[in-house]
């Protein structure tokens, strides 16, 4: 060993390529420029039991398929940042017990120290833009928490949107957040919030947040070319796409307002804090709602996986 490193420490090599997978349908997808899907994994993980979470994950891919286009669900598993999922790796997903929640702080993480995790909608669209995937469904999006005045839990899917140049489509801001503040936010940084085919701009289970969206457009088409004009002003940034819940399935704003407010009373008596607030609420709405809560949970996931598809066919036209 030279003198001048005598006494100090060798680190580990770093390795100059990221560990990454596409799956055979992805991978093929990319090759001949089809359009392609890309999928959040924590709403496996983390957002419903087994077997339920795999037929929810299975039942969207399947709808991606059915409008012309490649679902791509990203995850990392044992350190390597997968962008797709064939069957057993998904079916292997879904009863993983301790993954770990990715967000843009600890995505890296994971990975250098080869763990397993899902990715949430900051981290899914990190992985989105390395694979080149301009599209991403999810159910809704994080924001800014309900008394973030003192609390500060402000959610980084807010600062991602404004960074990471993805179209997410989903349907509003979760709910249980401060709807108004996370608006407000969005735009601040400067991200567009387009509804779709709808002036007010939805909350998740409910079409109605009381709220007029800053802006609509009625079709995936004039979506994509909004996009297309973004790209030819050199704007950088994702855009968000709020997509009302079918009609059918929702749960109206008075009495969604009515177990949520229950919901965070049981969370500040429970002390529940940071990445553990959102599964918390979930899981108690689940409760309080009797299970429709979740009925409408994946039918609105659904729903923007069919219109997250057909943006993206309309992107690729």
């Known amino acids: 060993m030279p003198k001048f490193l005598q006494g100090h420490r060798m680190t580990r090599p770093v390795s100059t390529l990221l560990p990454m997978q596409y799956s055979d349908e992805v991978a093929a997808a990319k090759s001949r420029g089809a359009p392609i899907v890309a999928l959040e994994s924590t709403i496996i993980t983390h957002g419903m039991p087994y077997p339920g979470n795999l037929d929810m994950a299975r039942s969207v891919e399947r709808i991606i398929r059915e409008e012309g286009a490649v679902p791509a669900t990203i995850a990392v598993i044992d350190g ?21 929640k990715l967000s843009r702080a600890d995505l890296a993480f994971a990975i250098a120290e080869r763990r397993t995790g899902a990715t949430t909608v900051a981290a899914t669209m990190i992985g989105a833009a390395r694979a080149g995937i301009r599209v991403f469904a999810t159910g809704g999006i994080g924001g800014v928490h309900r008394k973030a005045e003192e609390t500060f839990d402000i959610s980084a899917d807010l600062d991602e949107l404004s960074r990471t140049g993805v179209i997410v ?66 704007v950088d940034g994702g855009m968000l796409i709020a997509n009302p819940v079918p009609e059918a399935d929702e749960i109206e704003r008075e009495e969604m307002e009515i177990y949520i407010a229950r919901a965070l009373d049981n969370a500040e008596r429970d002390e529940i804090a940071g990445k553990a607030v959102t599964p918390y609420l979930l899981d108690s709405l689940f409760r309080l709602t009797d299970g429709r809560s979740l009925k409408t949970n994946i039918a609105l996931v659904e729903n923007n996986a069919r219109l997250a598809a057909e943006i993206a066919v309309a992107l690729a036209d």
């Open 169 to 234: 489509v989903c349907a509003g801001a979760k709910a249980i957040l401060d709807i108004p503040k996370t608006l407000e936010v969005l735009e601040t940084r400067g991200v567009p919030v387009v509804t779709y085919d709808s002036p007010v701009f939805p909350a998740f289970w409910s079409r109605d947040s009381g709220l007029k969206s800053p802006l609509t457009l009625n079709s995936p088409a004039a979506i994509a070319n909004f996009q297309k004009v973004r790209d030819q002003l050199g």
């Open 80 to 100: 390597v940042l997968h962008v797709g999922l064939d069957n057993a790796r998904l079916e292997a997903l879904a009863q993983t017990e301790g993954a770990m």
